[in-house]
C-alpha cells in the first residue's frame, strides 16, 4: 500500500473512531441532564450505568475504550461508594438521635406523671387569690411568681394580671365569706378581740371555734379550725359598742355557748352588758384569756417592785451603749409598749444569760467581751435576786401555758398545772392569780358537761390573725386600718379553689364598692385628699370668654 493510501485510511479511522467517542460524550450528557434534579448519588450511579450500557453496545469491537475513559468509570464510581457510605452513616446517627429523644420524652413524661399537676385548669383570679390565701405573699409578688413559671414552662402562657386587680379579687372574696355566714350544729366558742389602735381606729373581729376542734385537733388549734363571723372597724370602742357588736354578729351566726376575751375592760364590760340585757348569764360563759391573766399577774407583781424597775433602766441604758460596739450580738430584747408583760419571758432569759456571762472571777483584759458588758451593766450583778425570782416565775408560766393551750383544761391537765404551780412559793402573787383562774374556768368546763373533753382557754389564734393583718399595713406609708381588712376572712378556714370561684360569682365590683363605703370609714389620707381637691375647687378662677364684636 502507498503511503497516500495508509494516510487516507488512517485518517478515516481516526474520523471514526473519535466521531464514535463525540457521539457516546452526547448521549451521555443528554442522559445526564434528565438526572439533574435527583439525589447526587443516584445520578451518578445512573451515569455508570449508562456508561456499561454504551460501552457493551459498541458496534466495533476491535475499538478498546481508552485509559481516560476507565479512569473516569473508576472515579465515578469511588464517588458513589464514598456516598453511600455517607448516607448510611448518616442514617445511623439519626436513628441513634431519634432513639434518645424517645427516651428523653419517656422519662419526661414519667417525671410530668410523679409531679402534681399545677392548676391550669383554674381561672387566673383563683390562682391568684390561692396564691395569696395558701403561700401569704405579697400581692406584687403573685404577679412576679406566675410570670417565672410561665418562664420555666411549668405554665403555659397565661394573662398575668395587674397586681390591684389581684387586691380587689381577694376583697370580693373576703365579703363572699362575709356574707355565708349562717347558724352551724354544734356548740361553739367566740373569739373576740380588737386591734391596738392603728391610726385612729380600731377593729373589732369575732372568730366561731367548734367546742371540739381542740380535741380533734390534738393540739393548738390554727386559723384553719376558725371562721370570721364579724369585722367592724370602729372609731370609738366603748363596752355599748361592743355590746352591739356581740348582738349583731349572734343574729346572724346564732348564739356561742362562751365567750373567750382577754382582760380588757372595753371588752369585759361590752360582754356583761349583752348578757345582762339578753338574760344569758347562765348560757353564756366569759372565759378569760390565759396568756392575758398571766400577763397581767407578772405586772401586778413586777412591775412596781423598785428592782424591777432598776433592772429596765439597767436594760435601756446598757442597749445605748453597746448598740454601735462589737458586743452588740448582746443587746437585750425590744420591750412592747403596749402588752409589754405579754413576752416579757424573753428579757428574763437574756438577763439570766448575761449575768452567767459576767460571772469571771477577777480582772479581764480591758478590750474583753466580758469587759465591755460590765462596763454596759456594771450594776446588774446586784439585781441577781430579783432576775432569779423573775426568771423562775417566767419558766413556771411558760410551762403551764404549753400545757394549757396545746391540750386544752379539763380535770388531767387540771392536776399537771397544780403541780407545775407548786414550784413557785405559797406566797407567789403570779401563782395565786394563775390557781384561781384555773378553779373559775374548771367550773365552767363542768357546767358545759363536756366530760373530759378539752375547753379552749387560748385566744392565740386571734391574735395570729391580727398580726397578719397588721403586717400588711405596716408597708404602708400611713399605717391605718383600710380596705385590706376585709382580707381577714380569706385568711381563716379551709379555703378551696372551688370556694374563691364561688365567691368571686357571689361578689362583683360593684357590690366590693358598696360594702366598702358602708363597713369602712374614710382613712385620713382619704379625707385629705378631698380636703385639698375642695380647696382647688374654691380657690380656681372661672374662665372669661372674650366677646367677639359684630362687623
Not at 26 to 40: P, T
Not at 126 to 134: A, K
Not at 149 to 177: A, E, M, Y
Request: with cysteine; aromatic share 4%; proline share 4%.
Amino acid at each position: 500500500m502507498s503511503p497516500l493510501s495508509r494516510m487516507i485510511n488512517s485518517r478515516d479511522n481516526w474520523k471514526r473512531k473519535n466521531g464514535f467517542k463525540r457521539k457516546i460524550i452526547n448521549q451521555l450528557n443528554r442522559r445526564i441532564s434528565v438526572f439533574e434534579n435527583k439525589d447526587k448519588a443516584d445520578a451518578r450511579e445512573e451515569k455508570i450505568q449508562v456508561l456499561k450500557i454504551l460501552m457493551e453496545t459498541d458496534k466495533e469491537p476491535k475499538a478498546s475504550p481508552s485509559k481516560d475513559d476507565s479512569k473516569e468509570l473508576q472515579r465515578l464510581k469511588d464517588e458513589n461508594q464514598r456516598l453511600k457510605d455517607e448516607n448510611q452513616r448518616l442514617a445511623d446517627e439519626n436513628n441513634k438521635k431519634q432513639h434518645e429523644i424517645e427516651k428523653l420524652q419517656e422519662e419526661l413524661e414519667s417525671k410530668k406523671a410523679l409531679m402534681p399537676c399545677p392548676p391550669i385548669s383554674q381561672s387566673v383570679r383563683v390562682m391568684c387569690v390561692f396564691l395569696l390565701v395558701t403561700c401569704g405573699i405579697s400581692f406584687r409578688s403573685i404577679t412576679k411568681v406566675l410570670n417565672a413559671l410561665i418562664d420555666l414552662g411549668i405554665l403555659p402562657r397565661l394573662w398575668v394580671p395587674h397586681f390591684t386587680s389581684v387586691i380587689n379579687w381577694s376583697l370580693r372574696v373576703g365579703i363572699s365569706l362575709l356574707n355565708q355566714i349562717g347558724i352551724i350544729d354544734g356548740p361553739w366558742i367566740a373569739i373576740i378581740d380588737t386591734s391596738i389602735d392603728i391610726g385612729v381606729r380600731k377593729a373589732v373581729v369575732i372568730l366561731r371555734v367548734r367546742l371540739s376542734a381542740l380535741g380533734d385537733r390534738g393540739s393548738a388549734i390554727t386559723l384553719k379550725d376558725c371562721q370570721v363571723i364579724f369585722l367592724k372597724i370602729l372609731e370609738s370602742c366603748t363596752g355599748m359598742e361592743i355590746s352591739a357588736c356581740l348582738e349583731e354578729a349572734f343574729k346572724v351566726a346564732g348564739r356561742p355557748i362562751a365567750i373567750l376575751k382577754d382582760g380588757g375592760c372595753d371588752l369585759k364590760k361590752g360582754t356583761t352588758i349583752y348578757r345582762e340585757e339578753n338574760q344569758c348569764k347562765s348560757t353564756l360563759w366569759t372565759i378569760a384569756d390565759l396568756g392575758h391573766v398571766i400577763a397581767n399577774a407578772l405586772k401586778a407583781e413586777f412591775a412596781k417592785a423598785v428592782g424591777f424597775k432598776k433592772l429596765l433602766a439597767l436594760v435601756y441604758s446598757g442597749a445605748k451603749r453597746l448598740r454601735q460596739t462589737n458586743a452588740a450580738i448582746f443587746l437585750p430584747p425590744k420591750l412592747r409598749t403596749k402588752g409589754r408583760f405579754q413576752g416579757i419571758s424573753r428579757l428574763a432569759e437574756w438577763a439570766l444569760w448575761i449575768l452567767d456571762l459576767m460571772s469571771v472571777q477577777g480582772q479581764v483584759k480591758e478590750d474583753s467581751l466580758v469587759a465591755v458588758l460590765r462596763k454596759g451593766f456594771p450594776k446588774l450583778p446586784q439585781l441577781r435576786v430579783i432576775i432569779e425570782k423573775f426568771v423562775i416565775t417566767c419558766k413556771v408560766m411558760n410551762e403551764l401555758q404549753s400545757v394549757q393551750k396545746n391540750k386544752g383544761l379539763n380535770q388531767k391537765t387540771y392536776q399537771q398545772g397544780l403541780l407545775i404551780l407548786c414550784e413557785l412559793p405559797d406566797q407567789s402573787h403570779t401563782a395565786i392569780v394563775v390557781r384561781k383562774w384555773m378553779d373559775q374556768q374548771l367550773r365552767i368546763q363542768c357546767r358545759l358537761a363536756m366530760g373530759q373533753a378539752p375547753l379552749l382557754v387560748s385566744s392565740d389564734a386571734i391574735e395570729s390573725l391580727l398580726g397578719k393583718l397588721k403586717s400588711i399595713l405596716r408597708r404602708s406609708p400611713i399605717g391605718e386600718l383600710n380596705r385590706m381588712t376585709l382580707l381577714l376572712p380569706t385568711l381563716c378556714g379551709q379555703i378551696t379553689p372551688e370556694s374563691i370561684e364561688l365567691g368571686l360569682r357571689q361578689t362583683n365590683h360593684m357590690n366590693l364598692l358598696k360594702t366598702e363605703k358602708e363597713m369602712i370609714p374614710p382613712t385620713l389620707l382619704q379625707q385629705k385628699i378631698r380636703t385639698f381637691r375642695l380647696l382647688k375647687q374654691k380657690n380656681e378662677v372661672p374662665k372669661v370668654i372674650p366677646i367677639r364684636m359684630a362687623g
